[in-house]
């Protein structure tokens, strides 16, 4: 497949699936715009991993220089590599796309919030888990029983620390596979951590004798950052939250997204 031809079956999807998570988007040249100052971008994957590969850049503030892009990497299968990227894409919205669009609604509709005392400072966001394969209720009822995030908390911790560390980060995990033959990932703004990745590894969640996979994807937003002014058109007011979720307000930039969004509708 031609790139130019690539990237076209790409946006097409992310426009679908966004429209599915209630947002409308549009493709613009190389990206595809949403509501605001949003956009989806996209990048080769560069593993080399096949053509059902590709990385996907939720963009807050398109058009500032040193806005975070928040990358995650996705991949389909497929018989063609249409299918491949179609598939791919929905995985993407389903569990990394899902979180974002929380993050800037706060309702509860596409994923859960939380304050992990392991990770202090920081703020939780988590899409909805992908879990696929032969017999995944077993995998599927291990992710909604355990605290997978906190059990990583010091591995994820040494990566926050980094350079840009105050910045959102994007962490996905994918574990599963089979006893024997299991496979156990965190990615952490697209970059393979080895220590959290051994960590995710030595958990206890089930291997059995059939192939079977998950994959999560959480948001990390720091807290403390100085909150910003409303938007010109707003009164600043929140929109009407569980308890839980106003409690977990976003701060700074991610303020700012949210009252641009709220000044678009």
């Given at each position: 497949?031609?790139?130019?031809?690539?990237?076209?079956?790409?946006?097409?999807?992310?426009?679908?699936?966004?429209?599915?998570?209630?947002?409308?988007?549009?493709?613009?040249?190389?990206?595809?715009?949403?509501?605001?100052?949003?956009?989806?971008?996209?990048?080769?994957?560069?593993?080399?991993?096949?053509?059902?590969?590709?990385?996907?850049?939720?963009?807050?503030?398109?058009?500032?220089?040193?806005?975070?892009?928040?990358?995650?990497?996705?991949?389909?299968?497929?018989?063609?590599?249409?299918?491949?990227?179609?598939?791919?894409?929905?995985?993407?919205?389903?569990?990394?796309?899902?979180?974002?669009?929380?993050?800037?609604?706060?309702?509860?509709?596409?994923?859960?919030?939380?304050?992990?005392?392991?990770?202090?400072?920081?703020?939780?966001?988590?899409?909805?888990?992908?879990?696929?394969?032969?017999?995944?209720?077993?995998?599927?009822?291990?992710?909604?029983?355990?605290?997978?995030?906190?059990?990583?908390?010091?591995?994820?911790?040494?990566?926050?620390?980094?350079?840009?560390?105050?910045?959102?980060?994007?962490?996905?995990?994918?574990?599963?596979?089979?006893?024997?033959?299991?496979?156990?990932?965190?990615?952490?703004?697209?970059?393979?951590?080895?220590?959290?990745?051994?960590?995710?590894?030595?958990?206890?969640?089930?291997?059995?004798?059939?192939?079977?996979?998950?994959?999560?994807?959480?948001?990390?937003?720091?807290?403390?950052?100085?909150?910003?002014?409303?938007?010109?058109?707003t009164d600043g007011a929140e929109p009407a939250r569980p308890a839980a979720v106003a409690a977990a307000r976003p701060q700074g930039l991610f303020a700012r997204w949210r009252q641009a969004r709220r000044a678009d509708r």
């Open positions: 497949m031609r790139p130019q031809d690539r990237l076209a079956v790409i946006q097409r999807c992310v426009v679908r699936e966004m429209a599915r998570l209630g947002q409308v988007f549009t493709a613009d040249g190389e990206v595809v715009r949403g509501p605001g100052t949003t956009a989806v971008a996209v990048r080769e994957h560069q593993d080399g991993e096949g053509p059902g590969h590709v990385d996907l850049g939720w963009v807050l503030e398109l058009g500032r220089a040193d806005a975070p892009v928040v990358w995650d990497c996705t991949a389909g299968l497929g018989k063609t590599e249409e299918e491949k990227l179609d598939n791919a894409v929905r995985m993407w919205a389903t569990t990394t796309a899902s979180a974002l669009v929380e993050l800037g609604e706060g309702r509860g509709a596409h994923g859960d919030h939380a304050d992990h005392p392991e990770l202090p400072g920081w703020h939780a966001v988590q899409g909805p888990a992908a879990v696929f394969g032969f017999g995944n209720e077993r995998l599927a009822a291990w992710l909604a029983g355990n605290r997978v995030v906190p059990a990583l908390a010091p591995a994820l911790l040494a990566e926050l620390a980094g350079p840009g560390g105050r910045r959102p980060h994007g962490v996905k995990l994918f574990l599963g596979g089979r006893a024997g033959d299991d496979v156990a990932e965190v990615r952490v703004d697209g970059e393979v951590s080895e220590a959290a990745s051994a960590a995710l590894r030595a958990l206890d969640w089930p291997r059995g004798e059939r192939l079977c996979w998950a994959r999560l994807f959480v948001l990390l937003t720091a807290h403390g950052e100085p909150q910003a002014a409303p938007a010109a058109g």
